[in-house]
């Protein structure tokens, strides 16, 4: 394939909303593109509606019956005369019939071609590309499994625990961690019936599970002619029930080696399936170090600004370049990390009240700024956030020198920030910063749920801590023959949440 003459948009239609249909916005003003926003009757007076050129309802305020409608976005593409659509992500971004559907009446979709999506949105499919393109993958089914026996023989051969994954899935829906034989054919039952109501396809197969590992996505970019570059890692393991919290990058946990070896099998796999736009190789690094490969993000992620913070490069013009029909004109030599990059998402839920939805009215907003912060917001001040949608906010990014600083920038922007009316992230995150664990980098996908099941002052007080430590030592050593001193009369609540905590944790 050689380049052909690119075309550039003159106009184009932006299928999403909020934080992400903004940053679209605004790459497209970069470029000198027209831009056209869709709306609900829940948005008519959304942030992405005020910035764009133009905007076209799509229908009511369920996504199901607006940002999910296929069609609807379509027509207001072609009735505003856009010639590309960006999908963001969520949505439409990874519908394998939506992009078909684009591609068959001219409308460029910013993304790969539908086969390709359609090829990695199959997870089984997913895995037999990331062998052939020598990638290790996680122990497992390489084709779903028929019944019952089927899946039995499979979970013996890859011995307990295993996870029970929908085929046509991601994230974290119909996931099922599977320790014992015993559990097996119940948990079958609910994951094939929580498949078939979240995708419409109820094939399920199976992994062997790893367990706490850490979650590491490798970006990578291609054009339509076969350039391939990677633009590194993200670390996302500080995650609650699939909803990501913070993402950084690098990773704390690569060496050198490791991240180079990891760019280079996310090009390969890349390569190999003739992939178009950005895209994200998700692996779960172990214990032992050993990255393996669970599935291929075929969109923008919400996570791209720390790639664009320690790449310098922009993700969306990229993208859109691309999709224009230019080459990537990026030598792997020409990407280079720069400084670190820490992104917290500010959602609209009360983190002190288990992340519970909180939308409303805002009353007063004041984002932070300065040295190396970027707020990456879809709301203003007086807008009522509604109860419809993902209730991410905005994403507060901060870049430093290297990790320590930042950190501290983060903390300062978190401290600056002022949210009136709805309850935030934003305390979770005061807290988060100051963990040790965290701040030493030594942390994996169990610690936003386990680390932080302890109340707040256990962090500020060390030499308890090591008292707790001391008490899970002995109880390793004795196999629970005795309770140990932390239970003795007078001791803080605090100390004895976090040996309980800890044998919890010591027991599963
Ligand atoms: C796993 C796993 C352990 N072993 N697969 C969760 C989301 C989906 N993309 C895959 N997920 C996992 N797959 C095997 N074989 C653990 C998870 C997992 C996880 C992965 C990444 C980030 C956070 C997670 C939280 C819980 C479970």
Not at 19 to 43: F, K, M, N, P, Q
Not at 298 to 312: D, N
Not at 398 to 427: H, Q, S
Not at 486 to 508: D, K, N, Q, T, Y
Request: charged share 25%; net charge neutral.
């Amino acid at each position: 394939m050689s380049p052909k003459p690119a075309r550039a948009f003159r106009k184009l239609l932006v299928a999403n909303r909020g934080e992400i249909a903004v940053r679209v916005i605004r790459a497209c003003r970069e470029l000198g593109i027209a831009t056209v926003a869709v709306y609900s009757e829940a948005d008519r007076a959304a942030l992405h509606v005020r910035l764009a050129d133009e905007a076209r309802p799509i229908g009511p305020a369920p996504s199901r019956e607006s940002y999910l409608r296929a069609e609807r976005v379509i027509e207001a593409a072609q009735a505003s005369g856009a010639e590309a659509i960006h999908p963001g992500y969520g949505f439409l971004a990874e519908n394998p019939d939506f992009a078909r559907a684009c591609e068959e009446r001219g409308i460029v979709f910013v993304g790969p071609r539908s086969e390709t999506i359609a090829l990695m949105g199959e997870k089984t499919s997913a895995r037999r590309e990331a062998i052939a393109a020598g990638v290790p993958v996680v122990p497992g089914s390489l084709e779903p499994l028929g019944d019952e026996a089927a899946l039995r023989r499979e979970a013996e051969r890859l011995g307990f625990p295993v996870m029970l994954k929908a085929a046509a899935g991601g994230g974290g829906k119909g996931l099922r961690l599977v320790r014992h034989p015993a559990e097996l054919a119940a948990a079958h039952e609910r994951a094939r019936s929580e498949a078939r109501s979240a995708f419409g396809d109820d094939r399920v197969y199976l992994e062997k599970a790893l367990e706490r590992p850490r979650h590491v996505e490798t970006q990578v970019l291609a054009d339509g002619y076969g350039d391939v570059v990677h633009l590194y890692e993200r670390e996302c393991s500080i995650q609650r029930r699939h909803q990501k919290l913070i993402e950084e990058s690098p990773s704390p946990a690569l060496t050198p080696e490791l991240r180079e070896r990891m760019g280079a099998l996310a090009v390969a796999l890349a390569r190999r399936v003739g992939y178009r736009n950005a895209g994200t190789l998700e692996f779960l690094v172990g214990a032992d170090r050993q990255p393996c490969f669970l599935e291929m993000n075929t969109r923008l992620q919400v996570e791209h600004p720390v790639t664009e913070m320690v790449t310098g490069l922009d993700l969306v013009k990229l993208q859109i370049r691309i999709a224009q029909g230019e080459p990537l004109g990026l030598r792997q030599q020409d990407v280079v990390q720069r400084g670190h990059a820490l992104e917290c998402r500010v959602y609209a839920e009360d983190a002190a009240a288990g992340f519970l939805p909180s939308p409303g009215r805002i009353a007063a907003l004041r984002a932070p700024g300065g040295p190396g912060v970027r707020d990456d917001s879809g709301v203003y001040e007086g807008w009522s956030v509604p109860i419809d949608y993902d209730p991410l906010l905005s994403k507060l990014v901060a870049w430093g020198g290297d990790r320590r600083e930042a950190i501290e920038r983060m903390r300062r922007a978190v401290a600056e920030y002022r949210v009136l009316g709805i309850r935030t992230t934003l305390p979770f995150f005061a807290r988060v910063l100051r963990h040790p664990s965290f701040v030493a980098g030594d942390f994996d996908t169990s610690f936003a749920e386990a680390a932080l099941a302890l109340p707040p002052e256990a962090e500020e007080r060390p030499v308890e801590a090591a008292i707790v430590a001391a008490a899970i030592q002995a109880f390793r050593e004795r196999k629970a023959a005795t309770r140990p001193a932390v239970f003795a009369a007078g001791a803080p609540p605090w100390l004895v949440a976090g040996w309980r905590e800890a044998h919890g944790r010591l027991r599963s």
